[in-house]
């Protein structure tokens, strides 16, 4: 998290990629900042470009190494009246690392970080659906787009994480393996609400997380109401699209099936986007969600299978197999279906 500048002069900064090897662009004055700390020798005119446009009111002279002054507004932590860890209950989330193995394991860390990250966007990525949601019910098209686009863009974060975790080699996994015990991502609610809030409906995880715990209720919860799908094909038939009726009233809790008369109602919108542009957009940005959600999986099963190879997982399945089956999964049959209809 950048600071606010307090004196909010620099719009942009391009460091020169050639002569540091990294580019800088911020809107305020701690990325320069970090650079200066990383030893980038000399930052003079002819090395730093400002984009046209930026208001530039300090001379390059003020980024000399010299110049590591703090700026008079800027006050003890302990004087603040909030602090950032206050505000980011960093106490409690930087004091939930609690490795297990004994001796430890240095790699262990690298485990459980890379999961409560995920287990974070996840959280978010909920909270977004849940008012993306209402949109759609709302029939406002525009913003549910803007949120989506978001959601998005969380899914790219949790596919590159995979990187991070792949740099863990099967020596090192097996090596920490049993103090993992039958902890499994399998188990992972959040994972789960955001598969149902897609359209992966299945009742048998309830029993999985038991009927009447807190999480299962939690689960039953997303189970019941209609996914973001169902609310869009709601949607389109609210405003004059011929959608199945029993496919906008049913039982939200069942797996959602496709139906011919979805496929013609997509076929409609997608051969006149200029006319229904909002339902179009909403439909690419569903597919985007769905194939990005392929992809985490993809590479999950990938990066589960260069560590663990075809052992079976900790949560009880086959292992790779079982994660390879889940790529057959379709959240939005007919938004596919639908390209094979259309013709020139
Ligand atoms: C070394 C790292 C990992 C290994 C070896 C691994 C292995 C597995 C295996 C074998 C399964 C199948 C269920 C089971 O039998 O346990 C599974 C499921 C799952 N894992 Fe991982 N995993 C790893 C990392 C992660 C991470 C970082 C996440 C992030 C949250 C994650 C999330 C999940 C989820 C959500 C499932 C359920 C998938 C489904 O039911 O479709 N895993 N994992």
């Not at 909920?126 to 899914?155: F, G, S, T, W, Y």
Request: with cysteine; glycine share 6%.
């Amino acid at each position: 998290m950048h600071p606010p500048t307090t004196r909010g002069i620099i719009t942009q900064v391009t460091l020169c990629a050639a002569t540091t090897g990294v580019n800088y662009a911020c809107s305020c004055n701690t990325a320069l900042q970090q650079a200066l700390d990383r030893g980038i020798p000399d930052l003079h005119q002819g090395m730093c470009q400002f984009p046209r446009g930026g208001q530039t009111l300090l001379s390059m002279s003020d980024f000399s190494m010299k110049d590591k002054d703090l700026e008079s507004g800027l006050a003890r932590v302990e004087t603040q009246d909030l602090t950032y860890s206050e505000y980011l209950g960093l106490d409690a989330i930087l004091g939930a690392q609690h490795p297990r193995a004994d001796p430890p394991h240095h790699d262990e860390m690298l485990f459980i970080v890379q999961h409560q990250i995920a287990e974070l966007w996840f959280k978010l990525s909920l909270h977004e659906l849940r008012a993306a949601l209402d949109m759609i019910r709302n029939d406002h098209l525009e913003p549910c787009i803007k949120i989506i686009a978001r959601i998005k863009m969380v899914q790219q974060q949790l596919f590159s994480q995979w990187a991070v975790l792949e740099t863990l080699t099967p020596v090192e996994y097996v090596q920490m393996r049993d103090v993992l015990g039958t902890a499994s991502g399998f188990q992972s609610l959040q994972y789960r609400q955001f598969e149902f809030a897609l359209g992966n409906k299945n009742r048998s995880m309830l029993d999985i997380h038991g009927v009447g715990t807190a999480g299962g209720r939690a689960l039953a919860e997303w189970l019941n109401r209609p996914s973001i799908y169902d609310e869009f094909l709601r949607h389109l038939a609210r405003n004059g699209h011929d959608v199945p009726e029993d496919r906008v009233n049913r039982d939200w809790g069942e797996a959602y099936t496709s139906h011919p008369g979805v496929v013609k109602v997509f076929k409609r919108i997608y051969e006149n986007p200029q006319r229904y542009w909002d339902a179009y957009d909403v439909s690419e940005k569903l597919v985007d969600l769905e194939e990005n959600f392929q992809l985490w999986r993809f590479r999950h099963m990938k990066t589960v299978e260069r560590i663990i190879g075809y052992k079976s997982g900790t949560g009880g399945s086959s292992g790779v197999p079982f994660l390879r089956r889940a790529l057959e999964i379709q959240f939005f049959p007919e938004l596919l279906e639908v390209r094979t209809e259309i013709q020139a």
